[in-house]
Every structure is written in C-alpha cells, then in structure tokens.
C-alpha cells in the first residue's frame, strides 16, 4: 500500500503564506514525480508544481514566482510554498506522485486533497 497524506491548508487573507505538505508513505521503492495539482468549484484541475526525481521543477504560469516546490527524499516529502496568496489561489489542493513500490509496480497515486482559501 502506498498513501498520500497532504496538510497545511487553511484560510489565510491575500497576501499571505501557507506552506503544504505531502507525506507519502507504504511499500516504496522510489518515487519519480511529485506534484501539486488543485481544482476549483467548477473548474478543471490544473497541475500547479511539480519536482523530478533530478529535481527538475515546472509551474503553472500563474503562479511562477509565487510557489516553490521542494521536496525530501529521506522523507518522501513534498512541500508546496505558497506565497503572496491571491482569492484565485482559493482551490483544493491535491498531492500527486509516479510511485515505483517495493515490487517494482509502477502506480500514480492521489491524496485526498486539502483545502486552501484565500480571502481577500
């Protein structure tokens, strides 16, 4: 079994900061992709981040500048820093990965999703 967990959302004024976080946890071997994506009331979901496993990153044009992806191998952790938070920022936001398990099965797994509002 392989898991993501994401926390740190919250409601936060514009302008302000949160920072995201996604655990992934089980029979891993090696993940190659993590990733940000969010979704809007209505809206599709968009890819927001994402890191390599060389730490290559890649952004949404709307948030280039604002948001920086990071992670930690030692803890199959992603992070998501947001800053300079605007209301159309407000979405939820969802952990992605390209996991390899423990027996070499290749799977892209989802978190549950966490909820970032932002208030203007």
């Known amino acids: 079994q392989v898991q993501l967990v994401e926390s740190g959302g919250g409601l936060v004024q514009a302008g302000g900061s949160l920072r995201l976080s996604c655990a992934a946890s089980?029979?891993?071997?090696?993940?190659?992709?993590m990733g940000w994506y969010r979704q809007a009331p209505g809206k599709q979901r968009e890819l927001v981040a994402a890191?390599?496993?060389?730490?290559?990153?890649n952004y949404a044009d709307s948030v280039k500048g604002r948001f920086t992806i990071s992670k930690s191998n030692a803890k199959n952790t992603a992070y998501l820093q947001m800053n300079s938070l605007k209301p159309e920022d407000t979405a939820v936001y969802y952990c992605?990965?390209?996991?390899?398990?423990?027996?070499?099965?290749?799977?892209?797994?989802w978190g549950q999703g966490t909820q970032v509002t932002v208030s203007s």
């Open positions: 992605a990965a390209e996991v390899v398990t423990t027996t070499l099965a290749r799977y892209d797994d």
């Open positions: 089980g029979s891993i071997f090696t993940i190659n992709t």
């Open positions: 890191i390599t496993s060389t730490g290559s990153t």
